[in-house]
């Protein structure tokens, strides 16, 4: 099964991150093909309530994450979708923690759906 999970993962930090890298595994685990597509920019700097939303650690060798979404860039999320379409998973999976996440996530899903390849 081909799946693409959508969330924070590396380079960001926190419990989200953590928890997307560990279901990765357990889909890679089980003989899935998965991806992850990740934020370059969650929010912007002055939203975030620590020092960096960033990792000063080394990111996971064994992962495929991809660094393509910018939470405040509409355009990367449409890049993100037509992409998307064009491979065709079997399960994508949305996961957030804000409101401000929230939106542009449902309008995205009306717009993919909308303009989805048929078959």
Same mark, same amino acid.
């Given at each position: 099964m081909?799946?693409?999970i959508i969330?924070p993962?590396?380079?960001?930090?926190?419990?989200?991150?953590?928890?997307?890298?560990?279901?990765?595994?357990?889909?890679r @685990? !089980?003989g899935?093909?998965v991806r992850?597509?990740t934020? %370059? /920019?969650q929010y912007?700097?002055? &939203?975030?309530?620590?020092?960096t939303?960033?990792?000063? @650690? !080394?990111?996971p060798?064994?992962l495929d994450?991809?660094? %393509? /979404?910018?939470?405040?860039?509409? &355009?990367?999320?449409?890049?993100?979708?037509n992409r998307?379409?064009?491979?065709?998973?079997?399960?994508v999976?949305f996961?957030?923690?804000?409101?401000?996440m929230?939106?542009?996530?449902v309008q995205w899903?009306?717009?993919c759906?909308?303009?989805a390849i048929p078959?």
């Amino acid at each position: 099964m081909k799946v693409v999970i959508i969330g924070p993962a590396y380079p960001l930090r926190g419990g989200l991150a953590t928890y997307n890298e560990r279901l990765a595994r357990a889909f890679r @685990e !089980a003989g899935d093909e998965v991806r992850l597509v990740t934020f %370059s /920019l969650q929010y912007p700097d002055f &939203l975030f309530p620590g020092q960096t939303q960033f990792s000063t @650690e !080394a990111g996971p060798k064994d992962l495929d994450i991809e660094v %393509s /979404l910018n939470s405040v860039n509409p &355009l990367s999320w449409y890049r993100v979708g037509n992409r998307l379409r064009q491979e065709r998973p079997d399960v994508v999976i949305f996961r957030f923690w804000l409101p401000f996440m929230g939106q542009p996530l449902v309008q995205w899903l009306a717009w993919c759906a909308a303009t989805a390849i048929p078959g």
